[in-house]
């Protein structure tokens, strides 16, 4: 697989390091950004082109749908998943609308490595 870049987008420092780490063990040579918030994700995203983002829901200021909504356009092409405890139908039909993939917590590598690698 191409050398990918990926942008890890949760108000959670240890999520952000852990999916990282999931992602970078099986594909050392993609690089990362991270963002913390919504904000900082979308300036991220104005200054370059990412294929592989991972938002999660709960975040401060925006959630995580209402910045998928954003991102989806900007990367037509990008693998984007919503990563949330809550799973609801509400959330997961939101998610398919926006053509967003949906991925429950907790976060595992199983989950991670399975949605990179396919």
């Known amino acids: 697989m191409a050398k990918l870049n990926c942008l890890i987008i949760d108000d959670s420092r240890m ?3 852990m999916i990282q780490k999931f992602i970078e063990s099986a594909h050392p040579d993609w690089t990362f950004e ?7 994700a979308l300036i991220k995203a104005d200054q370059q082109t990412f294929q592989i983002i991972t938002v999660d829901f709960n975040m401060p200021g ?6 998928a909504t954003i991102l989806r356009p ?3 092409e990008a693998k ?3 990563l949330t405890a809550n799973i609801q139908d509400s959330i997961r039909k939101k998610a398919s609308e926006i053509k967003v993939d949906f991925i ?3 976060i595992t590598e199983d989950k991670i490595k399975s949605y990179v690698c396919n």
């Open 34 to 40: 991270e963002a913390p918030n919504g904000q900082e």
């Open 74 to 76: 900007k990367f037509p």
């Open 80 to 82: 984007i998943a919503l």
């Open 62 to 67: 925006m959630n995580g749908i209402e910045l």
């Open 104 to 106: 429950p917590k907790p």
């Open 15 to 17: 999520s952000r390091m």
